[in-house]
Protein backbone atom coordinates (compact mmCIF):
# COMPACT_ATOMS: atom_id res chain seq x y z
CA UNK A 1 0.00 0.00 0.00
CA UNK A 2 1.39 3.23 -1.10
CA UNK A 3 2.50 5.43 1.91
CA UNK A 4 -0.67 8.51 0.82
CA UNK A 5 -3.28 5.58 1.04
CA UNK A 6 -1.86 4.45 4.72
CA UNK A 7 -2.01 8.62 5.68
CA UNK A 8 -5.66 8.60 4.39
CA UNK A 9 -6.74 5.54 6.30
CA UNK A 10 -5.10 6.43 9.25
CA UNK A 11 -6.66 10.35 9.55
CA UNK A 12 -9.96 8.88 8.29
CA UNK A 13 -10.33 6.42 11.09
CA UNK A 14 -9.32 8.90 13.46
CA UNK A 15 -11.53 11.59 12.21
CA UNK A 16 -14.39 9.12 12.84
CA UNK A 17 -13.26 8.41 16.25
CA UNK A 18 -13.91 11.58 17.16
CA UNK A 19 -16.98 12.18 15.33
CA UNK A 20 -18.47 9.28 16.63
CA UNK A 21 -17.36 10.44 20.41
CA UNK A 22 -18.96 13.94 19.68
CA UNK A 23 -22.13 12.89 18.31
CA UNK A 24 -22.50 10.61 21.83
CA UNK A 25 -21.57 13.95 23.93
CA UNK A 26 -24.12 15.95 21.93
CA UNK A 27 -27.15 13.91 22.43
CA UNK A 28 -26.59 13.51 26.40
CA UNK A 29 -25.66 17.29 26.59
CA UNK A 30 -28.77 18.39 24.90
CA UNK A 31 -31.13 15.46 27.36
CA UNK A 32 -29.35 17.52 30.54
CA UNK A 33 -30.16 20.77 28.46
CA UNK A 34 -33.67 19.85 28.04
CA UNK A 35 -34.34 18.54 31.57
CA UNK A 36 -33.06 21.76 33.32
CA UNK A 37 -35.19 24.08 30.98
CA UNK A 38 -37.95 21.88 32.23
CA UNK A 39 -37.46 22.34 35.88
CA UNK A 40 -36.81 26.12 35.38
CA UNK A 41 -39.39 27.10 33.12
CA UNK A 42 -42.49 25.80 33.89
CA UNK A 43 -42.62 25.13 37.65
CA UNK A 44 -40.77 28.39 38.22
CA UNK A 45 -42.76 30.06 36.56
CA UNK A 46 -45.71 28.62 38.24
CA UNK A 47 -44.32 29.48 42.10
CA UNK A 48 -43.91 32.94 40.73
CA UNK A 49 -47.47 33.85 40.13
CA UNK A 50 -48.49 32.61 43.16
CA UNK A 51 -46.16 34.82 44.85
CA UNK A 52 -47.63 37.70 42.94
CA UNK A 53 -50.86 36.55 44.43
CA UNK A 54 -49.81 36.12 47.92
CA UNK A 55 -48.17 39.42 48.11
CA UNK A 56 -51.44 41.14 46.89
CA UNK A 57 -53.48 39.55 49.52
CA UNK A 58 -50.83 40.39 51.84
CA UNK A 59 -50.50 44.06 51.46
CA UNK A 60 -54.17 44.81 50.51
CA UNK A 61 -57.16 44.76 53.36
CA UNK A 62 -60.36 43.62 52.32
CA UNK A 63 -62.78 44.54 50.90
CA UNK A 64 -60.67 44.72 47.97
CA UNK A 65 -60.66 47.57 45.23
CA UNK A 66 -61.10 47.17 41.54
CA UNK A 67 -57.91 47.33 40.53
CA UNK A 68 -56.30 45.30 43.16
CA UNK A 69 -59.06 42.49 41.87
CA UNK A 70 -57.72 43.09 38.41
CA UNK A 71 -54.17 42.74 39.11
CA UNK A 72 -54.71 39.25 41.10
CA UNK A 73 -57.02 37.98 38.33
CA UNK A 74 -54.54 38.80 35.62
CA UNK A 75 -51.95 36.72 37.59
CA UNK A 76 -54.52 34.17 38.52
CA UNK A 77 -54.87 33.61 34.50
CA UNK A 78 -51.58 33.11 33.83
CA UNK A 79 -51.64 30.53 36.27
CA UNK A 80 -54.69 28.77 34.80
CA UNK A 81 -52.50 28.58 31.41
CA UNK A 82 -49.60 27.27 33.03
CA UNK A 83 -50.72 24.33 34.51
CA UNK A 84 -48.16 21.78 34.21
CA UNK A 85 -49.07 19.26 36.67
CA UNK A 86 -51.75 16.16 37.55
CA UNK A 87 -53.23 17.52 40.69
CA UNK A 88 -52.43 21.09 40.00
CA UNK A 89 -55.57 22.17 37.76
CA UNK A 90 -57.90 21.09 40.33
CA UNK A 91 -56.13 23.36 42.96
CA UNK A 92 -56.40 26.40 40.52
CA UNK A 93 -59.79 25.51 40.04
CA UNK A 94 -60.51 25.75 44.22
CA UNK A 95 -58.50 28.77 44.39
CA UNK A 96 -60.35 30.30 41.44
CA UNK A 97 -63.39 29.67 43.61
CA UNK A 98 -62.35 31.02 46.69
CA UNK A 99 -61.03 34.50 45.19
CA UNK A 100 -65.00 34.50 43.45
CA UNK A 101 -65.73 34.51 47.17
CA UNK A 102 -63.19 36.82 48.46
CA UNK A 103 -64.90 39.57 45.24
CA UNK A 104 -67.79 38.68 47.12
CA UNK A 105 -66.71 39.20 50.45
CA UNK A 106 -68.24 36.22 52.15
CA UNK A 107 -66.12 35.56 55.36
CA UNK A 108 -63.65 33.05 55.52
CA UNK A 109 -62.59 33.57 51.93
CA UNK A 110 -59.48 35.05 52.29
CA UNK A 111 -58.41 32.31 54.53
CA UNK A 112 -59.42 29.60 51.97
CA UNK A 113 -57.49 31.30 49.14
CA UNK A 114 -54.43 31.91 50.82
CA UNK A 115 -54.81 27.46 51.02
CA UNK A 116 -54.81 27.10 47.98
CA UNK A 117 -52.39 29.32 46.83
CA UNK A 118 -50.39 27.18 49.53
CA UNK A 119 -51.13 23.86 47.87
CA UNK A 120 -50.26 25.22 43.73
CA UNK A 121 -47.32 26.10 45.43
CA UNK A 122 -45.98 22.59 47.02
CA UNK A 123 -47.28 20.98 43.77
CA UNK A 124 -44.81 22.92 41.92
CA UNK A 125 -41.87 22.39 44.57
CA UNK A 126 -43.11 18.36 44.82
CA UNK A 127 -42.98 18.86 40.81
CA UNK A 128 -39.22 20.15 40.85
CA UNK A 129 -37.38 18.48 43.37
CA UNK A 130 -38.77 15.00 41.14
CA UNK A 131 -37.59 16.67 38.02
CA UNK A 132 -34.41 17.77 39.90
CA UNK A 133 -33.94 13.94 41.07
CA UNK A 134 -34.74 12.70 37.67
CA UNK A 135 -32.40 15.70 35.97
CA UNK A 136 -29.45 14.45 38.35
CA UNK A 137 -30.08 11.07 37.37
CA UNK A 138 -29.79 11.33 33.63
CA UNK A 139 -26.26 13.34 34.36
CA UNK A 140 -24.97 10.72 36.35
CA UNK A 141 -25.83 8.11 33.54
CA UNK A 142 -24.66 10.44 30.89
CA UNK A 143 -21.31 10.71 32.49
CA UNK A 144 -20.77 7.22 33.32
CA UNK A 145 -21.44 6.62 29.56
CA UNK A 146 -19.46 9.66 28.51
CA UNK A 147 -16.37 8.21 30.33
CA UNK A 148 -16.95 5.07 29.16
CA UNK A 149 -16.78 5.96 25.92
CA UNK A 150 -14.06 9.05 26.29
CA UNK A 151 -12.02 6.05 27.72
CA UNK A 152 -12.53 4.09 25.05
CA UNK A 153 -11.75 7.00 22.59
CA UNK A 154 -8.56 7.97 24.27
CA UNK A 155 -7.28 4.49 24.38
CA UNK A 156 -7.90 4.10 20.53
CA UNK A 157 -6.44 7.54 19.72
CA UNK A 158 -3.56 6.83 21.70
CA UNK A 159 -2.42 3.48 20.44
CA UNK A 160 -3.06 5.04 16.79
CA UNK A 161 -0.91 8.05 17.63
CA UNK A 162 1.54 5.51 19.58
CA UNK A 163 1.69 3.16 16.71
CA UNK A 164 0.69 4.93 13.36
CA UNK A 165 3.92 7.15 13.22
CA UNK A 166 6.00 4.47 13.46
CA UNK A 167 4.86 3.68 9.50
CA UNK A 168 6.23 6.45 8.64
CA UNK A 169 9.43 7.54 10.92
CA UNK A 170 10.84 3.85 11.15
CA UNK A 171 11.34 3.86 7.45
CA UNK A 172 12.82 7.83 7.58
CA UNK A 173 15.12 6.26 10.34
CA UNK A 174 16.63 3.92 8.11
CA UNK A 175 17.50 6.50 5.02
CA UNK A 176 18.76 9.23 7.52
CA UNK A 177 21.45 6.43 8.99
CA UNK A 178 22.23 5.22 5.22
CA UNK A 179 22.63 8.73 4.56
CA UNK A 180 24.85 9.88 7.21
CA UNK A 181 26.58 6.21 6.32
CA UNK A 182 27.57 7.77 2.82
CA UNK A 183 28.23 10.93 4.58
CA UNK A 184 31.03 9.60 6.20
CA UNK A 185 32.22 7.40 2.68
CA UNK A 186 31.15 4.92 3.86
CA UNK A 187 29.62 3.46 0.06
CA UNK A 188 28.63 -0.32 0.86
CA UNK A 189 25.96 1.16 2.98
CA UNK A 190 22.54 -0.57 1.52
CA UNK A 191 18.97 -0.06 2.17
CA UNK A 192 16.03 -2.58 2.04
CA UNK A 193 12.13 -2.43 2.60
CA UNK A 194 9.85 -5.16 2.32
CA UNK A 195 6.61 -3.18 1.51
CA UNK A 196 5.83 -1.91 -2.07
CA UNK A 197 5.59 1.96 -1.48
CA UNK A 198 7.34 5.09 -1.88
CA UNK A 199 10.40 4.06 0.96
CA UNK A 200 10.97 1.54 -1.19
CA UNK A 201 11.58 3.48 -4.51
CA UNK A 202 13.59 5.49 -2.38
CA UNK A 203 15.76 2.95 -0.85
CA UNK A 204 15.78 1.68 -4.50
CA UNK A 205 17.79 4.79 -5.98
CA UNK A 206 19.53 5.32 -2.98
CA UNK A 207 21.22 1.79 -3.42
CA UNK A 208 21.79 3.15 -6.50
CA UNK A 209 23.35 6.11 -5.68
CA UNK A 210 25.72 4.23 -3.23
CA UNK A 211 26.87 1.86 -6.20
CA UNK A 212 27.65 4.88 -7.68
CA UNK A 213 29.55 6.60 -5.69
CA UNK A 214 31.52 3.81 -4.68
CA UNK A 215 32.87 3.58 -8.79
CA UNK A 216 33.52 7.00 -8.54
CA UNK A 217 35.41 6.64 -5.59
CA UNK A 218 37.10 3.82 -7.04
CA UNK A 219 38.44 5.52 -10.52
CA UNK A 220 39.29 9.14 -8.96
CA UNK A 221 41.44 7.75 -5.91
CA UNK A 222 44.21 7.27 -7.20
CA UNK A 223 43.81 10.31 -9.82
CA UNK A 224 42.98 12.71 -6.84
CA UNK A 225 46.23 11.22 -5.25
CA UNK A 226 48.31 11.87 -8.71
CA UNK A 227 47.11 15.35 -8.58
CA UNK A 228 47.65 16.34 -4.81
CA UNK A 229 51.17 14.88 -5.74
CA UNK A 230 51.47 17.05 -8.80
CA UNK A 231 50.51 20.50 -7.15
CA UNK A 232 53.15 19.52 -3.92
CA UNK A 233 55.49 19.07 -6.25
CA UNK A 234 54.72 22.48 -7.80
CA UNK A 235 54.41 24.21 -4.46
CA UNK A 236 58.25 22.64 -3.66
CA UNK A 237 59.69 23.82 -6.66
CA UNK A 238 58.25 27.27 -6.96
CA UNK A 239 61.28 29.96 -6.96
CA UNK A 240 59.13 31.79 -4.38
CA UNK A 241 58.87 30.78 -0.68
CA UNK A 242 55.31 29.45 0.15
CA UNK A 243 54.21 29.02 3.79
CA UNK A 244 51.21 27.57 4.67
CA UNK A 245 49.42 27.99 8.30
CA UNK A 246 46.34 26.04 9.52
CA UNK A 247 43.68 27.16 11.42
CA UNK A 248 45.30 25.56 14.23
CA UNK A 249 48.68 27.38 14.19
CA UNK A 250 50.42 24.20 12.62
CA UNK A 251 52.65 24.31 9.29
CA UNK A 252 50.33 22.53 6.87
CA UNK A 253 53.21 22.93 3.96
CA UNK A 254 56.51 24.50 3.15
CA UNK A 255 58.89 24.39 0.04
CA UNK A 256 62.01 24.21 -0.40
CA UNK A 257 62.77 27.87 -0.82
CA UNK A 258 61.07 28.78 2.31
CA UNK A 259 63.29 26.40 4.02
CA UNK A 260 66.28 27.50 2.69
CA UNK A 261 65.60 31.28 3.51
CA UNK A 262 64.40 30.56 7.00
CA UNK A 263 67.63 28.08 7.18
CA UNK A 264 64.87 25.42 8.22
CA UNK A 265 66.67 22.68 5.98
CA UNK A 266 67.86 19.93 8.79
CA UNK A 267 64.14 19.36 10.13
CA UNK A 268 60.43 18.52 10.08
CA UNK A 269 58.46 21.20 9.53
CA UNK A 270 55.30 20.12 8.62
CA UNK A 271 52.65 19.41 11.43
CA UNK A 272 55.02 21.50 14.30
CA UNK A 273 53.18 24.63 16.01
CA UNK A 274 53.97 28.06 14.99
CA UNK A 275 54.84 29.09 18.71
CA UNK A 276 57.16 26.74 18.54
CA UNK A 277 59.30 27.68 15.48
CA UNK A 278 59.30 31.10 16.50
CA UNK A 279 61.07 30.82 19.40
CA UNK A 280 64.27 30.46 17.75
CA UNK A 281 63.85 31.46 14.40
CA UNK A 282 63.13 35.87 14.60
CA UNK A 283 62.58 35.59 10.54
CA UNK A 284 60.11 33.05 11.09
CA UNK A 285 58.44 35.03 14.15
CA UNK A 286 58.72 38.61 12.29
CA UNK A 287 56.80 36.51 8.66
CA UNK A 288 54.02 35.43 11.15
CA UNK A 289 53.33 38.63 12.28
CA UNK A 290 53.42 40.28 9.36
CA UNK A 291 55.83 43.12 10.23
CA UNK A 292 57.65 43.40 6.95
CA UNK A 293 54.43 42.83 4.98
CA UNK A 294 54.12 45.07 2.00
CA UNK A 295 57.50 46.57 1.84
CA UNK A 296 60.44 44.94 0.15
CA UNK A 297 63.09 43.79 2.82
CA UNK A 298 66.67 42.20 2.32
CA UNK A 299 67.54 38.98 3.82
CA UNK A 300 71.16 37.02 3.09
CA UNK A 301 70.66 33.67 1.10
CA UNK A 302 74.31 31.70 0.48
CA UNK A 303 76.29 34.79 1.72
CA UNK A 304 73.97 36.74 -1.31
CA UNK A 305 71.88 39.62 -0.37
CA UNK A 306 68.31 39.01 -1.91
CA UNK A 307 65.36 41.22 -1.88
CA UNK A 308 61.58 40.03 -0.44
CA UNK A 309 58.39 40.99 -1.03
CA UNK A 310 55.84 39.31 1.82
CA UNK A 311 52.07 39.04 0.74
CA UNK A 312 49.79 37.03 2.88
CA UNK A 313 46.38 34.64 1.60
CA UNK A 314 43.65 33.46 3.59
CA UNK A 315 42.49 30.13 3.05
CA UNK A 316 38.99 29.85 3.21
CA UNK A 317 37.15 26.61 2.21
CA UNK A 318 33.17 25.21 1.70
CA UNK A 319 31.31 24.58 4.99
CA UNK A 320 29.49 21.56 4.51
CA UNK A 321 26.24 21.84 6.11
CA UNK A 322 25.13 17.91 8.01
CA UNK A 323 21.98 18.13 7.90
CA UNK A 324 20.62 16.77 4.81
CA UNK A 325 17.55 18.69 4.76
CA UNK A 326 19.34 22.20 4.57
CA UNK A 327 21.86 23.50 1.52
CA UNK A 328 25.09 21.54 1.30
CA UNK A 329 27.27 24.12 1.50
CA UNK A 330 26.41 27.01 4.28
CA UNK A 331 29.31 28.70 3.86
CA UNK A 332 33.00 29.28 3.21
CA UNK A 333 35.06 28.88 6.76
CA UNK A 334 38.88 30.33 7.48
CA UNK A 335 40.91 27.40 7.48
CA UNK A 336 44.58 29.35 7.87
CA UNK A 337 46.36 31.40 5.88
CA UNK A 338 49.51 31.16 3.54
CA UNK A 339 52.37 33.61 3.45
CA UNK A 340 54.24 34.03 0.00
CA UNK A 341 57.80 35.64 0.10
CA UNK A 342 58.07 36.96 -3.33
CA UNK A 343 61.78 37.04 -4.90
CA UNK A 344 62.59 40.84 -5.80
CA UNK A 345 66.27 40.46 -6.27
CA UNK A 346 65.69 40.98 -10.03
CA UNK A 347 63.45 44.00 -10.13
CA UNK A 348 65.84 45.27 -7.41
CA UNK A 349 68.80 45.31 -8.63
CA UNK A 350 67.38 46.57 -12.08
CA UNK A 351 65.51 49.52 -10.47
CA UNK A 352 69.18 50.54 -8.49
CA UNK A 353 70.75 50.42 -11.90
CA UNK A 354 68.20 52.72 -13.16
CA UNK A 355 68.37 54.67 -10.16
CA UNK A 356 72.31 54.92 -10.95
CA UNK A 357 71.94 55.74 -14.75
CA UNK A 358 69.42 58.32 -14.27
CA UNK A 359 71.64 59.86 -11.32
CA UNK A 360 75.04 59.69 -13.60
CA UNK A 361 73.41 60.96 -16.64
CA UNK A 362 71.80 63.66 -15.00
CA UNK A 363 75.28 64.88 -13.36
CA UNK A 364 77.10 64.72 -16.22
CA UNK A 365 74.03 66.64 -18.41
CA UNK A 366 74.39 69.53 -15.54
CA UNK A 367 77.69 70.48 -16.65
CA UNK A 368 77.48 71.07 -20.60
CA UNK A 369 73.74 72.47 -20.15
CA UNK A 370 75.70 75.39 -17.68
CA UNK A 371 78.29 75.65 -20.14
CA UNK A 372 75.72 76.57 -22.79
CA UNK A 373 73.60 78.91 -20.53
CA UNK A 374 77.26 80.66 -19.58
CA UNK A 375 77.76 81.09 -23.53
CA UNK A 376 74.15 82.33 -23.99
CA UNK A 377 74.98 84.66 -21.74
CA UNK A 378 78.02 85.79 -23.12
CA UNK A 379 76.58 85.66 -26.78
CA UNK A 380 73.48 88.48 -25.19
CA UNK A 381 75.80 90.92 -23.82
CA UNK A 382 76.43 93.25 -26.59
CA UNK A 383 80.35 93.73 -26.14
CA UNK A 384 80.55 90.86 -27.73
CA UNK A 385 79.16 91.81 -30.79
CA UNK A 386 75.85 93.05 -31.83
CA UNK A 387 73.45 90.56 -33.37
CA UNK A 388 70.04 90.99 -35.17
CA UNK A 389 66.49 90.46 -33.97
CA UNK A 390 65.98 86.75 -35.88
CA UNK A 391 68.73 85.62 -34.18
CA UNK A 392 68.25 86.88 -30.78
CA UNK A 393 64.79 85.11 -30.67
CA UNK A 394 67.14 82.19 -31.69
CA UNK A 395 68.67 82.53 -28.56
CA UNK A 396 65.41 82.71 -26.76
CA UNK A 397 64.48 79.60 -27.70
CA UNK A 398 67.80 78.05 -27.06
CA UNK A 399 67.88 79.48 -23.47
CA UNK A 400 64.04 78.32 -22.63
CA UNK A 401 65.33 74.76 -23.31
CA UNK A 402 68.46 74.93 -21.66
CA UNK A 403 66.65 75.72 -18.81
CA UNK A 404 64.23 73.40 -19.39
CA UNK A 405 67.05 70.68 -19.49
CA UNK A 406 68.41 71.97 -16.58
CA UNK A 407 65.27 71.52 -14.20
CA UNK A 408 64.58 68.08 -15.57
CA UNK A 409 68.06 67.30 -14.80
CA UNK A 410 67.88 68.74 -11.24
CA UNK A 411 64.54 67.09 -10.99
CA UNK A 412 65.79 63.45 -12.11
CA UNK A 413 68.88 64.20 -9.45
CA UNK A 414 66.19 64.52 -6.39
CA UNK A 415 64.32 61.37 -7.74
CA UNK A 416 67.26 59.27 -7.81
CA UNK A 417 67.71 59.84 -4.05
CA UNK A 418 64.28 59.75 -3.12
CA UNK A 419 64.42 55.97 -4.75
CA UNK A 420 67.60 55.27 -3.39
CA UNK A 421 66.25 56.17 0.18
CA UNK A 422 69.16 58.73 0.63
CA UNK A 423 67.21 62.00 1.37
CA UNK A 424 69.58 64.53 3.60
CA UNK A 425 66.94 65.62 5.48
CA UNK A 426 68.75 69.00 7.49
CA UNK A 427 65.86 69.78 10.33
CA UNK A 428 66.08 73.43 11.92
CA UNK A 429 63.23 75.41 13.78
CA UNK A 430 62.37 78.26 10.88
CA UNK A 431 59.44 80.74 10.87
CA UNK A 432 57.16 80.01 7.83
CA UNK A 433 56.68 83.03 6.48
CA UNK A 434 60.28 82.81 5.70
CA UNK A 435 59.88 79.96 3.61
CA UNK A 436 57.33 81.59 1.25
CA UNK A 437 59.77 84.95 1.67
CA UNK A 438 62.69 82.58 0.14
CA UNK A 439 60.15 80.83 -2.79
CA UNK A 440 58.47 84.39 -3.98
CA UNK A 441 62.00 85.52 -4.30
CA UNK A 442 62.94 82.32 -6.55
CA UNK A 443 59.62 82.86 -8.86
CA UNK A 444 59.55 86.90 -8.38
CA UNK A 445 61.17 87.54 -11.68
CA UNK A 446 59.38 85.35 -13.86
CA UNK A 447 55.74 86.44 -12.19
CA UNK A 448 56.87 90.15 -13.42
CA UNK A 449 57.92 89.08 -16.84
CA UNK A 450 54.46 87.72 -17.04
CA UNK A 451 52.53 90.10 -15.69
CA UNK A 452 51.35 87.73 -12.54
CA UNK A 453 50.63 89.61 -8.60
CA UNK A 454 51.98 87.20 -6.09
CA UNK A 455 49.43 87.95 -2.78
CA UNK A 456 50.59 86.19 0.45
CA UNK A 457 47.80 86.07 3.06
CA UNK A 458 49.62 84.46 6.79
CA UNK A 459 48.10 84.74 9.89
CA UNK A 460 49.74 86.32 13.22
CA UNK A 461 51.74 84.89 15.51
CA UNK A 462 52.07 81.47 13.28
CA UNK A 463 53.87 78.61 15.23
CA UNK A 464 57.68 77.89 13.56
CA UNK A 465 57.80 74.37 11.53
CA UNK A 466 61.19 72.06 12.14
CA UNK A 467 61.51 71.32 8.71
CA UNK A 468 64.02 71.25 6.49
CA UNK A 469 63.73 74.57 4.56
CA UNK A 470 65.83 74.00 1.33
CA UNK A 471 63.34 71.03 0.78
CA UNK A 472 60.38 72.80 1.78
CA UNK A 473 61.00 75.63 -0.16
CA UNK A 474 61.52 73.10 -3.25
CA UNK A 475 58.32 72.16 -2.97
CA UNK A 476 56.96 75.62 -2.73
CA UNK A 477 59.09 76.81 -5.51
CA UNK A 478 57.43 73.77 -7.72
CA UNK A 479 53.89 74.96 -6.73
CA UNK A 480 54.35 78.39 -7.64
CA UNK A 481 55.88 77.67 -11.32
CA UNK A 482 53.18 75.52 -12.00
CA UNK A 483 50.93 78.30 -10.74
CA UNK A 484 52.67 80.60 -13.25
CA UNK A 485 52.95 78.11 -16.19
CA UNK A 486 49.09 77.66 -16.05
CA UNK A 487 48.37 80.93 -15.05
CA UNK A 488 46.63 84.00 -17.37
CA UNK A 489 48.99 87.38 -18.26
CA UNK A 490 48.03 89.51 -15.41
CA UNK A 491 46.52 87.50 -13.01
CA UNK A 492 46.89 86.56 -9.35
CA UNK A 493 48.04 83.67 -7.95
CA UNK A 494 47.42 83.61 -3.42
CA UNK A 495 50.38 81.97 -1.09
CA UNK A 496 48.64 81.55 2.10
CA UNK A 497 49.96 80.08 5.32
CA UNK A 498 47.57 78.66 8.52
CA UNK A 499 48.03 77.56 11.54
CA UNK A 500 45.23 74.51 11.69
CA UNK A 501 45.12 71.34 13.82
CA UNK A 502 48.49 71.52 15.20
CA UNK A 503 49.88 71.89 11.75
CA UNK A 504 51.02 74.88 9.52
CA UNK A 505 49.66 74.55 6.01
CA UNK A 506 51.11 76.13 3.09
CA UNK A 507 48.66 76.84 -0.16
CA UNK A 508 49.12 77.98 -3.78
CA UNK A 509 45.96 78.94 -5.64
CA UNK A 510 45.92 80.03 -9.12
CA UNK A 511 43.32 81.03 -11.38
CA UNK A 512 43.88 78.74 -14.61
CA UNK A 513 42.18 76.40 -16.35
CA UNK A 514 41.60 73.75 -13.54
CA UNK A 515 42.28 70.32 -13.47
CA UNK A 516 39.56 67.86 -14.52
CA UNK A 517 38.63 65.27 -11.80
CA UNK A 518 39.63 62.34 -13.64
CA UNK A 519 43.31 63.32 -13.37
CA UNK A 520 43.52 65.01 -10.03
CA UNK A 521 44.12 61.34 -7.97
CA UNK A 522 47.18 60.95 -10.34
CA UNK A 523 48.75 64.19 -10.25
CA UNK A 524 51.22 63.11 -7.77
CA UNK A 525 52.29 59.94 -9.43
CA UNK A 526 55.84 60.08 -11.44
CA UNK A 527 55.93 60.90 -15.15
CA UNK A 528 52.32 61.84 -15.24
CA UNK A 529 51.19 65.23 -17.08
CA UNK A 530 47.87 66.64 -17.32
CA UNK A 531 47.01 66.59 -21.32
CA UNK A 532 46.72 70.02 -22.23
CA UNK A 533 46.58 69.61 -26.40
CA UNK A 534 49.92 70.54 -26.76
CA UNK A 535 49.76 73.83 -24.69
CA UNK A 536 51.84 74.18 -22.02
CA UNK A 537 53.43 70.85 -22.20
CA UNK A 538 56.92 70.95 -20.42
CA UNK A 539 58.50 69.38 -17.54
CA UNK A 540 58.99 65.87 -16.72
CA UNK A 541 56.13 65.14 -14.35
CA UNK A 542 58.49 64.76 -12.09
CA UNK A 543 58.09 67.91 -9.72
CA UNK A 544 54.79 66.98 -7.77
CA UNK A 545 55.86 63.13 -7.36
CA UNK A 546 59.39 64.49 -5.52
CA UNK A 547 57.37 66.99 -3.48
CA UNK A 548 54.96 64.25 -2.02
CA UNK A 549 57.96 62.30 -1.13
CA UNK A 550 59.69 65.56 0.22
CA UNK A 551 56.91 66.50 2.15
CA UNK A 552 56.20 62.55 3.62
CA UNK A 553 59.32 62.38 4.57
CA UNK A 554 58.95 65.40 6.92
CA UNK A 555 55.36 63.68 8.35
CA UNK A 556 53.44 66.04 6.08
CA UNK A 557 51.00 65.45 3.80
CA UNK A 558 50.40 66.97 0.59
CA UNK A 559 47.30 67.14 -1.33
CA UNK A 560 45.14 69.60 -4.45
CA UNK A 561 41.78 70.89 -4.98
CA UNK A 562 40.83 71.79 -8.13
CA UNK A 563 37.65 72.41 -10.92
CA UNK A 564 37.14 73.49 -14.42
CA UNK A 565 37.46 77.00 -14.95
CA UNK A 566 37.57 77.70 -11.22
CA UNK A 567 41.62 77.40 -10.79
CA UNK A 568 43.56 75.00 -8.70
CA UNK A 569 44.74 75.04 -4.87
CA UNK A 570 47.68 72.98 -4.25
CA UNK A 571 48.52 72.58 -0.59
CA UNK A 572 50.97 70.56 2.17
CA UNK A 573 51.03 70.68 5.96
CA UNK A 574 53.80 70.25 8.17
CA UNK A 575 53.48 69.42 11.79
CA UNK A 576 53.96 72.78 14.12
CA UNK A 577 56.83 72.52 16.62
CA UNK A 578 56.06 72.42 19.88
CA UNK A 579 59.06 74.69 21.12
CA UNK A 580 58.34 77.85 18.26
Same mark, same amino acid.
Given at each position: ????????????????????????????????????????????ESLSYCRDMRTILDE????????????????????????????????????????????????????????????????????????????? @????????????????????????????????????????????????????????????????????????????????????????????????????????????????????????? @?????????????????????????????????????????????????????????????????????PMIIAKKQAGKVYIL??????????????????????????????????????????????????????????????????????????????????????????????????????????????????????????????????????????????????????????????????????????????????????????????????????????????????????????????? @????????????????
Amino acid at each position: MKVKNKLRLGFGFLFAVVLFFGVISLFYINQISNSAKVILKDNYESLSYCRDMRTILDENPLPLNKAVIAHFNRELIKEEHNITEANEKAAVANLRSAFNDVQKGLPGAEKNARKYLRQVELINMEAIMRKNDAAQ @ASVKESTVFLGFTGAFTFLVLFTVSVNFPGFIINPLNRLLAGIRAIGQNNYNERIHFDNNDEFAEVATAFNDMAVRLKEWENSNLSKIMSEKLRIETIIAQMHDAIIGINEKQEVLFINTA @AKEILNLTDEKIEGKRVTDLSKNNDLFRSIIAQDKIGKPFKIVVNGKDAHFQLETREIAVPNLNPDPAQPMIIAKKQAGKVYILKNVTEFKERDEAKTNFIATISHELKTPISSIKMSLKLMKDERVGQINAEQQQLLEHITDDSDRLLKITSELLELSQVETGNIQLNFVQVDPAKIIDYAIASVNFQAAQKGVTLEVIKERNLPFVNVDVEKTAWVLVNFLSNALRYSAERSKIVISVKHKNHEVEFSVKDQGKGIDEQYQKRLFDRYFQVPTDGQNKSGSGLGLAISKDFIEAQNGSIWVQSAI @AEGSTFSFSLPASVHS
